[in-house]
């Protein structure tokens, strides 16, 4: 993912699997290797964005450079080189407003609305700056779930599911199956997108019905 150069990624991996800090190196690597670009990470809330930033913050320090704001934004980072990391809590009302972004990040993404992503895809218009999707399936319903399940060859799919991470011990996720249920368990540890609980009718099911071969019905 950090080496990549597709300009459409999707990253579907399990629960502690560490996607928040693959997305905080992508988003630092952005930065210093592309003097002067903007970097926009998008989360479902302003403690997620504040822990992205703090992820950030860390990779910087790395590279021996003392992490400052750019003066605009509170969860932000100026880089020397004119680069800007910019985190954004899920807001579709107050996200507008910026342009230009060489890469926009969406951590969480299956619990981002589809209102927010319809806001902020449109940054990318002019930069034809790239976008990644990074998240742990949230059933099959948003944007996240469309571009996985049809969002054809335009994206690059990475599944990461918790049985190839070697942080996570198989006792524990023997534990979890069993506590959880299996269709918790497929969710959020084998990045597998279950239909809702309260759906009577499965996803696949309501999609096999739709069918443009029948004539609507007009009355009167």
Known sequence: MLGTTRKRGLLNCSRQWGKSTITAAKA????SSEPGSLTLVVSPSA?????????????????GIRPKGDGDNELSIQMPNGSRIVGLPESEATIRGFSAV???LIDEAARV?????????????VSQGALWLMSTPFGKRGFFYEAWA???RD?????APATECARIPREFLEEERAVQGERWFRQ???????????????HDLVERAIT???????IG
Do not use: T
């Open 188 to 202: 959020e540890y084998l990045c597998e997108f279950e239909d809702a609980v309260s759906g009577v009718f499965a």
């Open 28 to 31: 630092v690597h952005q930065a």
């Open 102 to 104: 060489s890469l926009l």
């Open 150 to 152: 049809h969002g054809g």
């Open 155 to 159: 994206w690059e799919r990475i599944r």
């Open 47 to 63: 403690r997620q964005s504040g822990e992205f930033l703090r992820k950030a913050e860390g990779f910087v320090r790395k590279l």
């Open 212 to 218: 443009d071969e029948v004539e609507p019905l007009v």
């Open 113 to 125: 609305s589809d209102e927010v992503y319809r806001a902020v895809r449109p940054m990318l218009a």
